[in-house]
């Protein structure tokens, strides 16, 4: 069983940057493919970023394409999640997700994903 925990989140002005954390515990996320998730208030979950396993692939929502940047560190178990120009519509709880290890593709479907962390908090002030 993959144990996944945010950190990171917070309270940041418009045009400001923060990065989230997403470590795994229980397995190695090295074997997964891992994506961000976010949902603000009275919204459905939408899809943000996802990367494969070994980091050499990427895609992001159209909303924050060159400004939000994907990574992973495989040896630390940790995906990254750097927000850059943040503005107040970016205002969510932000979930980390990995796919079952079987999988290789990269996906923007939440139901693609089998593991769910407790989400960040990330709030924008304009």
């Known amino acids: 069983q993959v144990q996944l925990a945010e950190s990171g989140g917070g309270l940041v002005q418009a045009g400001t940057s923060l990065r989230l954390s997403c470590a795994a515990s229980?397995?190695?996320?090295?074997?997964?493919?891992m994506a961000w998730f976010r949902q603000a208030p009275g919204k459905e979950r939408e899809f943000v970023t996802a990367?494969?396993?070994?980091?050499?692939?990427?895609n992001y929502a159209d909303s924050v394409k060159a400004r939000f940047t994907i990574s992973r560190d495989n040896s630390k178990n940790t995906v990254y999640l750097q927000m850059n120009s943040l503005q107040p519509e970016d205002t969510a709880v932000y979930y980390c997700?990995?796919?079952?290890?079987?999988?290789?593709?990269?996906?923007?479907?939440?139901?693609?994903?089998?593991?769910w962390g407790q989400g960040t908090q990330v709030t924008v002030s304009s």
């Open positions: 997700a990995a796919r079952s290890s079987f999988h290789s593709l990269p996906s923007d479907r939440s139901d693609s994903y089998a593991y």
């Open positions: 229980g397995g190695t996320s090295s074997s997964r493919v």
């Open positions: 990367i494969n396993k070994s980091g050499g692939a990427t």
